[in-house]
């Protein structure tokens, strides 16, 4: 349980502040080198960047805790948004029923990669990954290869304006995001679920033999993961309005990033909602400036897998010393 605590205290501690330090220069660096960039209209960009990433990053630091991650998270996104919106439109339901449905094949999605991993003994990286191209393949499949375009958010029926903005314009999405981070940073570090599982990441054979269900916690932070991938997918829908199928492969990745840079390891025992929540504006401050230096998405790509690679060796080294 050592281990444990350490992650608590990083929550506030050297690793958050050089991820701040991090965010606080990347966003003057675009800040000088474009004027464009000083608008309130590329600060709600960033923000509206922000919401679906959120909930992606905040689901995977839980299986992060236990020490796995989950790589289906940016596809089940998309495969929710397109078949909760494929089934709305042409069953001419009621918006509210699509965002049901996305959280329920979220659910369905983190439920089945729990039972894989805890009953069929199966890897996390090699389940995710298949569950990723399962997704992939049935939003395709469901929607015919065909876009599904959700009412627009300036319509009089565009539910993004009523859920994430004010009549003034003013980021609504950013304060429910805020709230959501609040409560998951509490469950994680205050309640028996959050030590549970931070437990299992520390030394999961110590865990199970201190009377911890370590099967039981692994599905549910999985279960958990789903259902904020669900989330996004109303976020991603709510943002973009045309989904296109395949489209959230990779952002699983942006995901990971956040958690790692932001203070999560990946040898689990240690994760921080604030420490992502850094780390998911790191990842959007890049994908909404570099364009505006004349670098476009296949730089992102390029710099987001550089971006990966520090913060999994800065992790590397931080339990090195740990030990």
């Known amino acids: 349980m050592k281990k444990e605590n350490k992650g608590k ?66 596809a089940v996104m998309n495969t929710s948004a397109l078949i909760a919106g494929f089934i709305s439109i042409k069953m001419g339901l009621p918006i509210i029923v699509a965002l049901i449905i996305s959280i329920i094949i979220g659910l369905i999605f983190g439920l089945i990669n729990g039972l894989l991993i805890t009953k069929a003994k199966i890897n996390p990286f090699v389940t995710t990954l298949a569950t990723q191209m399962i997704a992939v393949g049935l939003g395709s499949i469901f929607t015919k290869v065909q876009t599904v375009n959700y009412p627009l958010r300036d319509a ?51 865990a199970r033999l201190s009377g911890i269900n370590t099967e039981k916690y692994i599905m549910l932070s999985f279960v958990l993961c789903g259902f904020f991938a669900g989330l996004a997918g109303i976020a991603y829908s709510a943002t973009y309005t045309t989904i296109m199928p395949g489209e959230g492969v990779g952002f699983e990745l942006d995901a990971i990033a956040a958690s790692v840079i932001g203070g999560s390891s990946l040898a689990g025992g240690k994760a921080t909602i604030l420490g992502t929540m850094i780390g998911v504006f790191i990842m959007t401050v890049l994908k909404v400036g570099l364009p505006f230096i004349g670098l476009q998405s296949h730089y992102q790509i390029l710099i987001t897998g550089i971006v990966l690679l520090i913060a999994v060796y800065l992790d590397v080294i931080r339990n090195r010393k740990e030990k």
């Open 156 to 206: 009089a029926d565009g539910w993004y304006k009523s859920i994430f903005k004010l009549g003034s314009g003013f980021p609504v999405g950013i304060i429910v995001v805020a709230l959501v981070a609040i409560l998951m940073s509490v469950i994680l570090r205050k309640t028996k679920f959050g030590r549970y599982l931070l437990a299992i990441g520390s030394n999961e054979e110590a």
């Open 9 to 74: 205290k990083s929550i506030f501690g050297t690793q958050q502040g050089i991820a701040m330090i991090v965010l606080a220069i990347l966003y003057i660096f675009f800040y000088i080198k474009s004027t464009a960039f000083r608008s309130t209209t590329t600060l709600a960009s960033i923000f509206d960047s922000s919401y679906y990433l959120s909930f992606l990053a905040i689901g995977v630091t839980f299986t992060i805790a236990t020490g796995a991650f989950d790589m289906s998270i940016g």
